[in-house]
DNA sequence: CATGAATGAGGGTTCATTCAT
DNA sequence: AATGAATGAACCCTCATTCAT
């Protein structure tokens, strides 16, 4: 896979002349619980307001600490965004590859696909709130080229299931394999704006509903 | 409907003693070619960008003046976003509610409403950019209300469409009519992150394409 | 006298290279009615507001054209109070010299310089104002020099009077001229805060009290 | 006394989710070295250039630091002001009260009010300066209403000790308390104009003779 | 006389980040 | 680990003034 696992602890030797001296002491306490607690904090926020609508004050303040002194733990505001996106790529790839790998039906396959996407909903709220109303800003960055990266490698997954399904006659001859993709991508990950673990719906029940609608329309037949 | 034209034309509360009676024999000059021009190229910016990530000075280069120069047509940053989505939801609501008045069965006024939807795809192709990415942070502030306040109407006619449609036999009894809404809504909207006019398909083609998956399903009957 | 009668018409060859051509073709409407209207009508936003916290945007406002068009009467924002100030210290001074030209007791003197401030408060509130709130600001303008000039020669009138009124045994040996002149001055001047015509006193009520306190004091004697 | 404590120190309402823990364990630190340092840099400048006319660039020029590290201290220049004010607030009402708690004769309590105002022109000078010069602006703004208050509460101090003198025959009947107050009090405050500690006269002079004059008028009995 | 568009300098403020302690 | 002070760049916006039309 292309997720990156840079997650800010050793900088990249993007920019001016930052030292990155950071954490270089041996590095052990890489995912120690403080940093994780901060991370969570983080991911609320930026969830609620945005990344850039997010101040580095709120975050510390969010933790009781001062601004600088999450400076400690990460070496830029980036660099926590980077963590809970990644943390969520991470899962969600091996997730992926573990479907195609395990193999199946291209009805089976997709099935699960949408199943996956939607069980991460709850548990990864936050990074996909993140990434839904933020990618715009964030794929402009270089440092978050995996982002793009690991959504071309679902693309291939989804499609080349869909082209076999239409090969085998399980799936309409008539529908475009890329754009129909692209359509259910986008209608899943777009539900994290409403969905709201312990509502109406959890996850089963709305990737159920999906799939329903998606593999038989919602006009009677 | 409640779309506002509160676009920041008038200064607003007119802190003292101002009689406020600026642009007040019949407002005209609302819509100078400038103006209008310099609309555009916020938007364009606003599309590309983000709202927050623009910089006034930003959209002034873009016009070839300087950022105060910009004052003298809006009177905030915020105003020129509120005409740019203003005047994308006046029309798309006009047009959502000329059908609703004409009426038809649930089949074919759920169809006019994706048609419209993805008709202004292209032409509002920056203010629903602006509404999927910034969303978060403008239905934040006031002065945006409208905005939810016409995602509530335009709800109720899908609502009420599909829900007619189950009644009547139409559609399925077993979906959601509010899940199934939203899942449409979003699929429709985020389209505008990829669709590219000129590209291999239009408009048409894609309503087409949807109305058909959303209809009656990926799989072969 | 000293008082400047520079309101603005040609400005004095100041700051760098204006070419301060206004005007020069015959100059014959010093006085027309609109400017003085637009005068009266800065003037009281000065007075209500400060000199410093008008902008010329509200005095257009006022007057219902553009900002811009100000300058067709005025040369800049400060020639405006120059115009109030000089209108007021001009008749103000004239009216001080013409007590001292025509002698008297020192009381009388007194009095009369008592009763000629206490008699501009209303028809001059807005100069007044003006010169109370925004004289530390006005000061350190070279064009406005002309203020602490005529303030000089107030200030002998007084001092001279109250010292003969010392020699003459009408007043008290035991008080320092100068310090009682000035007590004496802002008391007046600074009455303009709250003095409003048609309010339970005017402006001879309010100068015969004065008159009184200051003569004889509070106490029964 | 309603003199506000709200000096700026703690954030305002705290925008969203942050819980405003900040400063909350006993406020201390409130008045550390620095901040206090900086506050008076700003009150000199304050009350020789005004308020509004004082940019933070040139107080944090004073204090040789930049401008936006003052805001490591303030939110904003108002709480600076404020902090400016309320100090000097708290300090004279509290003595005022004092001398009405210990009573005494309506002439010893109007002797002591004038000699407390007349020692704080030295210590709190540029206070004062901005209180006198800038108050038309300060009153406009509800963060200082307590100024307002504090006002009001002076004037019933000083009319009902008035009012008791002419009670009991120390004070003339032919006077108005309202009006006699509100001279003297403008009197002593604007002397702060010219009051140069160190010069001619202390505050100790300056208020003996105030009372001098006052009680006993400038005209030989 | 007035408009409408623009200038240019500066205003208060924000914020990610650094660093000595 | 955290504080407290500061940086420096940028941000949105204001405003007196200019000028072609």
Redesign the pocket.
């Known amino acids: 896979m292309t997720t990156s696992t840079n997650s800010g602890r050793a900088k990249p030797p993007a920019k001016e002349g ?1 030292t990155g001296r950071r954490r270089a002491k041996g590095t052990p ?1 890489l995912a ?1 619980e ?1 940093r994780d607690h901060l991370v969570k904090l983080a991911a609320e926020l930026f969830a609620r307001k945005g990344f850039q609508a ?4 709120e975050i510390a303040d969010e933790a009781g ?5 999450l ?3 990460f ?4 660099s926590i965004v980077d963590e809970i996106l990644s943390n969520f790529f991470t899962e969600l790839m091996a997730q992926n590859r573990a479907v195609i790998d395990e193999g199946g039906t291209p009805y089976e396959i997709i099935a699960s696909l949408v199943r996956i996407a939607f069980n991460t909903l709850e548990p990864h709220r936050a990074a996909i709130t993140v990434m839904q109303n933020d990618w715009n800003y964030l794929k402009g960055l270089e440092r978050f080229e995996y982002l793009t990266k690991a959504e071309d490698e679902v693309e291939k997954m989804w499609i080349t299931a869909i082209k076999e399904g239409q090969v085998t006659g399980t799936f309409r001859e008539d529908i475009d394999p890329k754009l129909t993709y692209r359509m259910i991508r986008d209608t899943i990950w777009v539900a994290v704006r409403w969905f709201r673990p312990g509502g109406r719906l959890n996850a089963k029940g709305l990737s159920d509903h999906y799939l329903k609608v998606m593999f038989d329309g919602i006009v009677v037949h």
Chains 1, 2, 3, 4 share one sequence.
């Open positions: 930052t306490a120690s403080r997010t101040t580095v004050r600490i001062l601004s600088g002194s400076y400690h733990h070496d830029s505001k980036e």
